[in-house]
């Protein structure tokens, strides 16, 4: 009985130091949340695409649907991705899964980022090969609510830009 007692103390303030250990909110996620136009040049093409940032699992993570505006000759759109953002509750590390309608996998290591915040920009890195990687950065404006979106293939260390666009609230 005497161990029931001292289990059923100690298990009466063990949510406490859970949460007192627990890591501060993220404060870019909330940020993404919402709708969004983006304007720029992927692979040296101007475009315009809908994304819609929302909440899933109890704000466990960020899913992003990506639409471009362009269509394919068939009539669906050129390009279409959904993309699962999420954060370690212990570490802080950030991981997405990007999948998207050029190269239909089940679920490759290499469409799986690890991610990092410094400051207002969320960096991504997701490994192809052991030589060549893609960079994607979220990079957050306070002043604008905007933000800018930079995509580099990386060969050798040698990065170059893919992308650069800005996600604009609609």
Not at 41 to 47: E, F, K, M, S
Not at 107 to 134: E, K, M
Request: a positive charge; proline letters at 6%.
């Amino acid at each position: 009985m005497r161990r029931v007692l001292i289990f059923a103390f100690a298990a009466g303030f063990f949510p406490v130091t859970l949460c007192s250990q627990t890591l501060r909110p993220d404060s870019l996620f909330p940020r993404l949340v919402g709708r969004w136009v983006l304007r720029g040049t992927i692979a040296r093409q101007p475009t315009v695409h809908d994304v819609t940032f929302e909440w899933l699992l109890g704000r466990e993570y960020v899913q992003m649907h990506e639409v471009s505006r362009e269509r394919s000759p068939k009539g669906a759109p050129a390009y279409e991705a959904v993309v699962l953002f999420g954060r370690d509750p212990k570490t802080g590390a950030y991981a997405c899964v990007w999948m998207d309608n050029t190269a239909a996998a089940a679920f490759p290591p290499a469409g799986t980022g690890r991610g990092s915040v410094v400051g207002d920009s969320i960096s991504f890195l997701f490994q192809y090969t052991a030589n060549t990687r893609f960079h994607t950065t979220f990079l957050y404006d306070r002043a604008k609510d905007t933000w800018q979106w930079h995509m580099d293939n990386d060969s050798a260390g040698t990065r170059k830009p893919f992308a650069r666009v800005t996600l604009t609230r609609q």
